[in-house]
């Protein structure tokens, strides 16, 4: 049928050839076409579904026009500019910005940006996050990079490698649409951010008032490996070895903070302050009850000595005196552990396995760290 209906369509053509009649513009091009379909063009509907069919005229330019202005109806979220993008999602919060990354290739790299993150991980983490908490996300991310090289591909043998391929190929398409492949670094700020809300990074910190405000660390800061708990909005904690409950769990916010020395939890810390102590100034110092136990940071003020009466300050010679008396208030009067003294001069390590051993001496300068150990002053004194 269709060789038969090719042939009569070229014989027209040919018997149009001879004749000296011009056709107007729109019949020569419904040449192609029989005078029957010609006339049935003239009479109504059926040619001209032919005539669309076979796009032999233009579309009406109303159509265009009616698209065009149905395409300029909505805007949408893409079609603005980076900066105004930008102060839209630089209000969302973490969670939101992670779906909105969700949606299409541009956004994903838009959500993706390291200003973003690296102002929300300013925001939650940046009082938290100290030099050792720094040094301990490089090793993290090293670890990380190792085990991939570890695991190459070539590991597999042949037969599985090929079956993993074909399985891949035959993988409906399904379960593949809608998923936006990322191609975040892994040492990025959104990686960094939610390695810390996931609390599958353990950092360095320190625990104020270890063991959940217990009389005999009232008023300590000790080091610890701490996680956190996004349920909770809390923090648990794992100590150095050679102590109580090696784990805490359910450590508020205002219970921890980032070490303000590089000192390690075993190591005498250098002071550099013992020079300039007076009367009033307040200082952590290290303690510990045994030399094999590991140091905590205990708050305490700078007294004046017993020969001195602090009357007058041009009396006093507390600070051109060789020795340096700290007195730890939370404890009773009477109590051996309420005063101290060492020598500011040659002073290392001093103590005795009954009383402990005090180390060294860091002063507090900010008001701020000031407000905060009175903020966890206990109800009464300890004896």
């Known amino acids: 049928m269709f060789y038969l209906l090719l042939s009569f369509l070229s014989f027209i053509l040919l018997s149009k050839s001879f004749s000296y009649k011009r056709l107007p513009p729109w019949e020569a091009k419904m040449s192609l076409f029989s005078p029957f379909l010609l006339s049935w063009f003239h009479k109504g509907s059926l040619a001209l579904s032919f005539f669309q069919l076979f796009n032999l005229s233009d579309p009406p330019l109303k159509s265009t026009k009616l698209e065009s202005s149905d395409e300029k109806k909505g805007t949408s979220l893409l079609d603005l500019p980076n900066l105004p993008l930008e102060a839209i999602l630089d209000r969302l919060s973490p969670s939101d910005l992670c779906k909105m990354a969700n949606v299409c290739t541009h956004l994903r790299n838009v959500c993706e940006d390291e200003f973003l993150w690296e102002k929300r991980m300013n925001q939650k983490w940046g009082n938290l996050i100290g030099d050792s908490a720094c040094k301990q996300w490089h090793l993290h991310i090293a670890h990380k990079r190792r085990s991939k090289l570890s695991t190459p591909s070539q590991n597999r043998g042949l037969l599985s490698s090929c079956f993993g391929g074909f399985s891949k190929f035959m993988r409906p398409k399904s379960e593949s649409k809608g998923k936006i492949k990322s191609c975040l670094p892994i040492d990025s700020k959104k990686a960094w951010y939610q390695s810390l809300e996931s609390g599958k990074l353990w950092f360095p910190a320190q625990v104020f008032n270890r063991e959940s405000g217990h009389a005999g660390f009232m008023l300590s800061c000790y080091d610890a490996q701490i996680s956190y708990d996004s349920q909770t909005d809390m923090f648990k904690a794992r100590y150095p070895p050679h102590g109580r409950r090696a784990i805490e769990e359910n450590i508020a916010w205002n219970r921890v903070r980032a070490p303000p020395v590089d000192t390690p939890p075993h190591v005498l810390h250098v002071s550099d302050c013992l020079a300039d102590l007076k009367p009033g100034d307040h200082v952590e110092i290290q303690w510990r009850k045994s030399k094999e136990f590991s140091y905590g940071w205990w708050y305490g003020v700078v007294r004046h000595l017993e020969t001195c009466d602090g009357s007058g300050a041009n009396e006093c010679d507390c ?48 008001e701020e760290e000031i407000r905060r150990w009175k903020c966890l002053w206990p109800n009464r004194c300890v004896e």
């Open 319 to 366: 600070c051109g005196n060789e020795m340096v008396m700290f007195e730890f208030s939370q404890y009773s009067v009477g109590s051996r552990w309420r005063k101290t003294m060492i020598d500011r001069k040659r002073h290392k390590e001093a103590g005795n396995e009954g009383d402990g051993y005090y180390g060294g001496v860091r002063k507090v300068y900010k």
